[in-house]
């Protein structure tokens, strides 16, 4: 009998109410499926992006959020964070140079986490999302991971 799609694809969808403790629980729910589908490699990388991202959901925004894990092809991972915040920050608006001023100054005390996301992701990008979707406006944050991929882009 044919399936929809292949048993190699999977994603899992965790939604998450406005707390402090939503950035661990979102690690937590993270490590258990990327390693249960050997995907063990990228658990560092993929907690600390994901944990800024969740972090910045708390934050900056009134609402939930949304994590979606899930296996694109390959070896090829994407995470991506919904909330109800309308503002798609820089660098993630549009397009940039990876070292083009965007991040936070040198001794700011926040303002990293993106900056950590476009040097660690393969592939990167937000877009928003209009309440006729979900019934409420929000954002969307993702990034992409890569096994074997190394992070800064200066390896091969």
Same mark, same amino acid.
């Given at each position: 009998m044919?399936? $929809?799609?292949?048993?190699q694809h999977w994603a899992?969808?965790?939604?998450?109410?406005?707390?402090? &403790?939503?950035?661990?629980?979102?690690?937590?729910m993270l490590r258990a499926a990327l390693d249960h589908h050997g995907f063990g490699e990228l658990g560092e990388t993929a907690?600390?992006?994901?944990?800024?991202? $969740?972090?910045n959901s708390y934050l900056h925004t009134d609402g939930p959020s949304s994590l979606r894990v899930r296996?694109?092809?390959?070896?090829?991972?994407? $995470?991506?964070?919904w909330d109800t915040g309308l503002t798609?920050?820089?660098? /993630?608006?549009?397009p940039v140079d990876l070292f083009d001023g965007l991040g936070a #100054?040198?001794? #700011?005390?926040?303002g990293r986490g993106l900056l950590l996301v476009r040097l660690c992701? #393969?592939?990167? &990008?937000?877009?928003?999302i209009g309440a006729?979707? /979900? &019934?409420?406006? &929000?954002?969307?944050?993702? /990034?992409?991971? $890569?096994t074997g991929w190394e992070a800064f882009g200066v390896a091969a």
């Amino acid at each position: 009998m044919p399936t $929809v799609s292949s048993p190699q694809h999977w994603a899992y969808t965790l939604q998450l109410p406005r707390s402090p &403790g939503a950035p661990r629980i979102a690690r937590a729910m993270l490590r258990a499926a990327l390693d249960h589908h050997g995907f063990g490699e990228l658990g560092e990388t993929a907690e600390l992006l994901t944990s800024e991202l $969740v972090t910045n959901s708390y934050l900056h925004t009134d609402g939930p959020s949304s994590l979606r894990v899930r296996h694109v092809c390959g070896d090829r991972l994407r $995470v991506s964070v919904w909330d109800t915040g309308l503002t798609i920050p820089p660098p /993630f608006d549009r397009p940039v140079d990876l070292f083009d001023g965007l991040g936070a #100054a040198w001794d #700011a005390e926040s303002g990293r986490g993106l900056l950590l996301v476009r040097l660690c992701a #393969a592939n990167w &990008g937000g877009y928003p999302i209009g309440a006729e979707l /979900f &019934g409420v406006e &929000g954002k969307l944050l993702w /990034f992409e991971l $890569v096994t074997g991929w190394e992070a800064f882009g200066v390896a091969a």
